[in-house]
């Protein structure tokens, strides 16, 4: 039976001395706002990881996959395979378009991310000169990393359109849990040194009521002198406070809160977080 609540998520995590999300465009340089400093990740970045997981981690087949070279290579091995684009589990949450006779095709996913953030403002490491050796010669490049960024993304599970993919309970567990443990699964070199901090997921109780983005009321406070010197984890708390008092008005309408933690996250009266919006709501996962 497919997902009839809607849900709204929030999601932390961090890169020290990493490369969350290259620009190809800019030497393959992390993105970055230079206007007000902050490190930008794209959402298919975060879809990756997520795909990944799925494929490698818990032998899911997948649409956007390497075994492919194109969606047109895909629907043609799915249709060896007698499988539909609904039976691949990153179509069921995040859709696709792809290729039938006459024309594209395409499924509306239910989960969508916009592009996540740094809530510190990000200073990057000078590059280092990086080579490889081939038997053809050397090849020489650069090594752009991040010096730390707590990256915050915003997503959104719309159950109105959950019908078209058919996207079921049992699919929004195993997205849970790949939320948590997709990213230390990908620990690829310009990856190393990125952790989950904080995954959130307010589930609610229809298909009608939509939250804005959580984002927009958690923020930061400091231990460090300035904000630019943040180099781990501990350098910093979480104040949820605001985020607690935009969610009381929908108490109501919140059927329950998903809620996972890393240990060395600091969230600022984490009881009172709690507390406010009732025991119960919480779901630790």
């Known amino acids: 039976m497919t997902i009839s609540k809607n849900s709204e998520i929030l999601f932390l995590y961090d890169a020290k001395l ?3 999300n290259g620009d190809m465009d800019d030497e393959n340089k992390p993105r970055m706002d230079y206007d007000t400093n902050t490190n930008l990740v794209s959402d298919v970045r975060l879809k990756r990881y997520l795909r990944d997981y799925f494929e490698q981690k818990k032998d899911e087949p997948i649409f956007v996959t390497e075994k492919a070279e194109d969606a047109k290579d895909r629907a043609k091995q799915l249709k060896k395979e007698d499988m539909e684009h609904t039976d691949l589990i990153d179509v069921r949450l995040f859709g696709a378009v792809y290729a039938r ?9 239910p989960v969508q991310f916009n592009w996540g953030y740094s809530l510190n403002p990000v200073e990057l490491n000078e590059s280092s000169t990086i080579t490889s050796s081939f038997s053809s010669g050397e090849g020489v490049g650069h090594d752009y990393r991040v010096k730390y960024s707590l990256i915050a993304f915003n997503g959104t599970i719309n159950a109105n359109v959950a019908e078209d993919s058919n996207l079921e309970e049992d699919d929004i567990e195993l997205f849970d849990e790949a939320m948590i443990k997709s990213i230390p699964f990908n620990k690829t070199r310009s990856k190393t040194g990125q952790n989950p901090r904080l995954y959130i997921r307010v589930e609610l109780e229809d298909n009608d009521t939509i939250l804005k983005d959580l984002r927009e009321y958690i923020s930061l406070d400091y231990s460090t002198d300035t904000e630019y010197k943040v180099r781990s984890v501990k350098d910093f708390t979480v104040d949820l406070s605001e985020l607690a008092d935009y969610l009381e008005d929908f108490v109501n309408s919140i059927n329950e809160i998903k809620i996972w933690k890393d240990d ?9 977080f709690i507390n406010k919006l009732g025991e119960n709501t919480f779901n630790w996962l």
């Open 18 to 20: 990493a490369n969350p």
């Open 264 to 272: 060395n996250l600091q969230i600022k009266n984490q009881d009172g």
């Open 101 to 109: 006779s006459g024309g594209n095709d395409h499924v509306t996913g």
